[in-house]
């Protein structure tokens, strides 16, 4: 086969991918809301000041919100959302995603965003999406907590509907295996060493009980120490699904390579976390973070541009709503 040949796939997924990427760009705001950035930063990093925790919370938002592509025109499904579609309401109509299995009493920071809104519609009235508002917010909750920064190209749309089946299916669960997720960040055209770094974001936030509660009891890759603590704030039975425990139990609040390290250690908290140390492909890329976290920040920044970049509502797809929980 000759090297410069790609399968059909691929180059349509380039193609798509091409055509979203260009019309975004890092300065699209710069005449029509130059205050954008500087409004959506100051908001996140009082409300991470406030609350450690959003800023983790803020950045799982735009993943969830990027993971699934609500495009009334899915054809091409493989596309990343970053259409600000996990932020709609039920309607009439449709069911919106806040209650899909990896969403429902899990993500939060809705509040917080719709405070962002209202902050950036005082300086120019529906000229930032949501959607931006959200990739935005994700580069400055890792900022706030220590992490590195990265380009946010903007100009993105916010989708008019939302999509519950999709964000059942395409979300990646806490008890994927490795396979399972390499699989999952292929579809969206997202490499395995892409996967690894943004997995590192698990580095900061909480996980609740009902996402660990199988590892810390059932099984065996797990540091004996770590589950024994784990058990004690998530009974076996009887309740607590929503008792909450840090993903890091080292530096919780510090975006830094701990998770990394923890995994070396048999210490990864969900299943899915611990699969990328465990005697497969991924384990010489973690032990790399481990020990470089540089590299990881460099690559965590590359993963989250080019997911970020993938978006299917550009131009005059899509509204830049008015309120980021319903459609104009």
């Avoid at 090297?3 to 349509?12: G, K, S, V």
């Avoid at 907590?145 to 008019?160: E, K």
């Avoid at 199988?214 to 784990?230: C, F, G, K, P």
Wanted: neutral net charge; aromatic residues 8%.
């Amino acid at each position: 086969m000759a090297c410069n040949h790609r399968p059909p796939c691929l180059l349509a997924f380039f193609f798509f991918a091409a055509i979203a990427s260009a019309q975004l760009s890092s300065t699209f705001y710069s005449t029509s809301c130059p205050l954008a950035i500087q409004t959506i930063r100051q908001a996140v990093r009082a409300a991470v000041a406030k609350e450690a925790r959003m800023g983790a919370s803020l950045l799982r938002l735009h993943f969830h919100d990027c993971f699934v592509n609500a495009s009334p025109t899915r054809t091409h499904a493989f596309l990343l959302g970053c259409d600000g579609s996990v932020l709609l309401d039920d309607t009439p109509s449709f069911t919106g995603e806040k209650t899909a299995v990896p969403n429902n009493n899990s993500l939060r920071g809705f509040d917080v965003i719709d405070n962002i809104k209202s902050q950036v519609e005082a300086v120019c009235k529906q000229v930032v999406s949501c959607a931006d508002i959200l990739a935005v917010a994700a580069r400055e909750s890792v900022a706030a907590l220590g992490g590195p920064p990265w380009t946010v190209q903007l100009g993105r749309r916010d989708a008019t509907t939302a999509s519950l089946d999709a964000a059942n299916t395409e979300i990646p669960s806490p008890k994927s295996d490795l396979d399972d997720l390499i699989s999952a960040y292929s579809k969206k055209g997202l490499s395995t060493t892409d996967m690894v770094a943004l997995s590192g974001a698990h580095t900061i936030g909480q996980a609740r009980c009902i996402s660990f509660r199988d590892r810390i009891y059932n099984e065996t890759s797990i540091d004996s120490s770590l589950a024994t603590s784990r058990q004690s704030n998530c009974p076996s039975s009887g309740g607590g699904d929503d008792n909450l425990s840090p993903l890091d139990a080292v530096t919780c609040t510090l975006f830094d390579n701990f998770y990394f390290r923890n995994l070396v250690k048999k210490k990864g908290l969900l299943h899915s976390d611990q699969q990328l140390f465990g005697g497969g492909s991924t384990d010489s890329l973690v032990t790399t973070y481990s020990t470089n976290t540089a590299r990881f920040f460099s690559d965590f920044a590359a993963a989250m541009v080019k997911m970020g970049n993938i978006s299917p509502l550009t131009g005059t797809d899509g509204e830049v709503r008015l309120n980021c929980r319903k459609t104009n």
